[in-house]
């Protein structure tokens, strides 16, 4: 039997933005909504995430969300790229205050913690998604979880089960759809940054092609009034394979200008990501649908990840609660979503590629320099802010 639409009840499994963004709109609704995380509490360091005008904009629709977007999140006011020697302004205030595109720094833990505590969707912690519930026709009722600690098996169902359970989703294979990941050229340290005074308190910092074996950059961003931030540094895998985190650590501890002065724990070493991406060949099926990272991980390249995620969640969120068959609502789903989802997980395509281009070192060096020297020198980069800012909204959206 085909689950009924709208559902009075939905399983999201994974915790991650766009999940909650969806668990909120719909329980807003009346609409029961149960929200599994196989994590417990805060997991990992944190990392720099932008959002844009157009997602601040949805996410302060929330439940408290204008609460916890101004505590969350902070509007970047610059940014400096340290090149030949100097720090030269890549982003400046004023090219800031007359663009509409700015970027906004976000605080993704703290961010997804603000908008749980005030919305009343049910979260359940500790809950790993092992295998779906199926019903005589193949249909998704629901899934079979793991409880941390007990390691118990727990049934829970629902009319409808969306998966936001990120890049490795186990609710997409359980759909059956086939997901080519593809490896990104560069690893990601990310590490919390404390600002020191001597800097703008709202302006991000840049590393450009510093020259350090391995390492392709680095950046710290501002996350909260309060001065707390986070950090990236872009490793060659291979590298970081060969000498391990610690040593590009230290290098960049040591040889970055003031790079130091933002460290918290110079004695902790950064945690270490890997972002594979690609884009799912369907949205769902089965009585699944997927939202975020499930369908289209990609790199930081452009700041489209999460962005993408609450896009997803807000169309969705507006096409359950309207009812009618699961093919509709799948269908009119994906094809709300896909082209603007191409366009984002094109940039990272782009970079990947750029990134892969058989250059000598010195020469890949000297054109990202030469890039930040012009852009910084004519004030251009506002003018580069519409395409990400823009990209992952659907035509009807923007
Ligand atoms: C270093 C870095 C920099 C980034 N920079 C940006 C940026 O500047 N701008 C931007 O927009 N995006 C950025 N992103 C990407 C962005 O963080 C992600 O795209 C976004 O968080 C995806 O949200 P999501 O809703 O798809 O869920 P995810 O964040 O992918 O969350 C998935 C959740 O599912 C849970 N889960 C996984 N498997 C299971 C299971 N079996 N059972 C139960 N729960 C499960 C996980 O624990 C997790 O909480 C960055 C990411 C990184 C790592």
């Not at 689950?3 to 329980?27: E, K, M, Q, W």
């Not at 609460?67 to 100097?86: E, I, K, N, P, Y």
């Not at 727990?154 to 969306?162: H, K, N, P």
Request: aromatic letters at 6%.
């Amino acid at each position: 039997m085909r689950n009924p639409l709208p559902p009075a009840s939905v399983l999201i499994v994974g915790g991650g933005i766009g999940g909650i963004v969806l668990g909120d709109r719909l329980s807003a609704l009346g609409i029961a909504v149960t929200i599994c995380e196989r994590h417990q509490g805060r997991a990992g360091s944190s990392w720099p995430e932008i959002l844009w005008p157009a997602t601040k904009a949805r996410l302060a629709l929330c439940r408290g969300g204008n609460d916890v977007t101004g505590r969350s999140l902070l509007t970047l006011g610059g940014m400096q790229a340290h090149v030949g020697g100097r720090w030269r302004e890549l982003l400046s205030r004023e090219g800031l205050q007359a663009s509409s595109y700015g970027p906004v720094s976000a605080d993704p833990h703290g961010l997804r913690e603000g908008l749980l505590a005030s919305s009343p969707c049910q979260i359940r912690r500790g809950l790993t998604w092992e295998r779906p519930i199926l019903d005589g026709d193949g249909s998704i009722r629901g899934g079979v979880f793991r409880e941390a600690g007990s390691g118990a098996e727990l049934e829970i169902r629902a009319d409808l089960v969306v998966g936001d359970d990120g890049s490795g989703s186990r609710v997409r294979e359980a759909i059956g759809i086939r997901f080519d990941a593809r490896s990104f050229p560069l690893d990601f340290l990310c590490f919390p940054v404390l600002w020191p005074t001597r800097f703008p308190p709202d302006e991000a910092l840049l590393w450009a092609a510093p020259g350090l074996p391995g390492i392709a950059g680095a950046m710290v961003m501002p996350q909260s009034p309060g001065g707390g931030g986070a950090g990236m540094i872009l490793v060659d895998p291979a590298i970081r394979a060969a000498v391990g985190e610690e040593t590009l650590w230290q290098a960049c501890l040591e040889r970055l200008p003031d790079f130091a002065d933002f460290v918290v724990r110079a004695e902790e070493i950064p945690t270490a990501v890997v972002r594979d991406w690609g884009h799912a060949r369907a949205y769902g099926g089965r009585g699944g649908v997927l939202l975020g990272d499930a369908i289209h991980p990609t790199s930081p390249a452009g700041g489209q990840g999460a962005n993408m995620a609450v896009a997803d969640a807000v169309a969705l969120g507006g096409l359950v609660p309207q009812g009618g068959e699961f093919a509709r609502l799948l269908a009119t789903y994906e094809s709300q979503r896909r082209e603007a989802n191409a366009k984002s997980v094109g940039i990272t395509a782009a970079v990947a590629s750029g990134l892969r281009a058989p250059l000598p070192g010195s020469w890949r060096r000297g054109l990202v320099r030469g890039g930040i020297r012009s852009v910084s020198r004519l004030g251009w980069a506002p003018w580069f802010l519409r395409f990400p800012a823009t990209a992952f909204l659907g035509g009807e959206m923007e």
